[in-house]
């Protein structure tokens, strides 16, 4: 039996990356440790919580006495707990730098330090890392050479956690990997981000806030095909070094909007058209091949239309998960960046 460490499980991306590794390694075990922040929620993880090979651990990787017995439990560590919303970033930043960098190095530290044999380190980044593409020239992508110029306090929090881990492969000879990738869709994603939000506006009958111009243009990658890819560099991955993962599946959020507005029977009156956000990265774009090349990674669960309708359908079948996440905390949040009359 192997043992992972999966920090932030109970979280969209890390919820199904632990459905993933109990469905496809009948030979792993799952340490989940998660301090359950608004976005944590382990109703994500009803069908496997009996599995015996799975435990949950509420935990906070800022504590270090804390991870110490869980990382001399486990053969290797997948680090993804985070704060992880660009707008949240930008109202206050200090959740950000504690988690993402404090919790980063701690993580680190209690790794580097475990006794026993050494352990591989993964590092889930983000492609956000790199900054901003213009819109003008398609053929410009991030690759893994693209410098780091993180511009959202979000961003500069995750390019500081990046920045740290080869730092610690570089410095200590660390077996760190770290995957950078573009933005994620799927279910459970916590209804504060783009697509959840706006189907879950939609079936409430309110409008969609669309920022700006509406041509700001994401990357959009199916999250079990980022699970995928996590598991692969987990397991083929070069030691110190870093792997883009990406949907090759660029769309600008006005082009998201329709569609979404097209699959749920919507025209373009329920558009609300907002203020920007601010310093608003204009666009991501992700070079792939490093992944496909060395690794054999391929996404093969996120081609559009279907995939994204699917992806709404789970949201339409499930409203009762959206609205109890949607609840409390989530309302006063709500009211603060939309505004109140937004929230009614
Ligand atoms: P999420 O907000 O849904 O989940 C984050 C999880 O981390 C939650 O369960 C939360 O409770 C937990 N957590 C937060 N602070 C913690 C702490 N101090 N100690 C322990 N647990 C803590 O985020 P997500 O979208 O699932 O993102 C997961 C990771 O993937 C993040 O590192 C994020 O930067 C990265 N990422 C996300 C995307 C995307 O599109 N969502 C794309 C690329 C990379
Ligand atoms: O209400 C909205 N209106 C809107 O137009 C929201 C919430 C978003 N947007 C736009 C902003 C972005 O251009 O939609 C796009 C996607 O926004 P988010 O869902 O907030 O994602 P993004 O900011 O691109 O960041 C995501 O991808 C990279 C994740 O949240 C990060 O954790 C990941 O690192």
Request: hydrophobic letters at 40%; a negative charge; glycine letters at 8%.
């Amino acid at each position: 039996m192997t043992t992972i460490l999966v920090t932030g499980g109970a979280g969209f991306i890390g919820a199904n990356f632990v459905r993933f590794l109990l469905a496809n390694r009948p030979d792993c075990r799952v340490i989940n440790a998660d301090v359950l922040t608004y976005s944590g929620n382990l109703e994500n993880l009803t069908s496997i919580e009996s599995d015996p090979r799975y435990r949950f651990v509420k935990a906070d990787i800022c504590d270090a006495a804390a991870m110490e017995p869980l990382v001399e439990e486990a053969d290797a560590v997948v680090h993804m707990a985070a704060e992880s919303h660009v707008d949240r970033s930008i109202l206050d930043s200090e959740p950000f730098i504690r988690t993402n960098v404090l919790g980063t190095q701690v993580m680190l530290d209690v790794v580097r330090k475990a006794p026993g044999k050494p352990r591989r380190f993964l590092y889930v980044s983000t492609d956000e890392v790199y900054g901003s593409l213009p819109l003008e020239d398609k053929s410009l992508l991030f690759t893994e050479e693209t410098p780091i110029t993180a511009n959202s306090p979000y961003a500069a929090s995750k390019a500081s956690g990046d920045l740290l881990v080869g730092a610690y492969h570089h410095t200590f000879g660390m077996d760190t990997v770290t995957t950078r990738c573009s933005n994620n869709f799927g279910p459970y994603q916590f209804p504060e981000k783009v697509i959840p939000l706006f189907v879950a506006n939609l079936i409430e009958g309110k409008k969609v806030p669309l920022y700006g111009d509406g041509l700001n243009v994401r990357d959009w990658l199916h999250v079990d095909d980022h699970c995928e890819a996590i598991l692969t560099v987990l397991e083929k991955g070069t030691a110190g070094e870093v792997y883009n993962v990406g949907g090759n599946n660029e769309r600008s959020n006005i082009e998201l909007t329709h569609s979404i507005l097209g699959l749920m029977g919507f025209g373009e009156e329920m558009i609300e058209p907002v203020k920007d956000r601010l310093g608003h990265d204009r666009r991501y774009a992700i070079d792939a091949t490093k992944i496909a090349r060395e690794l054999g990674w391929h996404p093969t669960r996120s081609a559009w239309p279907g995939a994204l309708a699917e992806t709404v359908r789970w949201y339409q079948d499930n409203t009762e998960w959206w609205q109890r996440v949607r609840t409390g905390a989530y309302r006063d949040y709500y009211e603060q960046q939309y505004g109140r009359a937004a929230s009614a």
